[in-house]
């Protein structure tokens, strides 16, 4: 079972940056892919950022330009910087991992991102 453990979240002013840290308990060298999501109130949680085992990364159209994804595998961990926050980019940020075994997923526990206008 895998453990995830998101930190970095906060509140921040509109135009603001925050950076999120996303930790495994084990190696992410052979995964799959990890990435973030986010899931504000009353909608559905929608992929933010996703980064594949051979470093190919991926990004949602409204975060394009603002969020960099990026990993330390050396640390196990996979970063989630943003940039030019908007309060629309309020949310819990949940990570995820898939891996290679069966394909499961694991999700961390979410962190708050909060966006004042």
């Known amino acids: 079972q895998v453990q995830l453990v998101e930190s970095g979240g906060g509140l921040v002013q509109a135009g603001g940056s925050l950076r999120l840290s996303c930790e495994a308990s084990?190696?992410?060298?052979?995964?799959?892919?990890m990435g973030w999501y986010r899931q504000a109130p009353g909608k559905q949680r929608e992929m933010v950022a996703t980064?594949?085992?051979?470093?190919?990364?991926n990004y949602a159209d409204s975060v394009k330009g603002r969020f960099t994804i990026s990993r330390d595998i050396a640390k196990n961990t996979v970063y989630l910087q943003m940039n030019s926050l908007k309060p629309e980019d309020t949310a819990v940020y949940y990570c995820?991992?898939?891996?290679?075994?069966?394909?499961?997923?694991?999700w961390g526990r979410g962190t708050q991102v909060t966006v004042s206008s």
């Open positions: 980064i594949t085992n051979n470093g190919n990364r």
């Open positions: 084990e190696s992410i060298f052979s995964i799959v892919a």
């Open positions: 995820k991992l898939q891996s290679r075994v069966f394909g499961a997923e694991y």
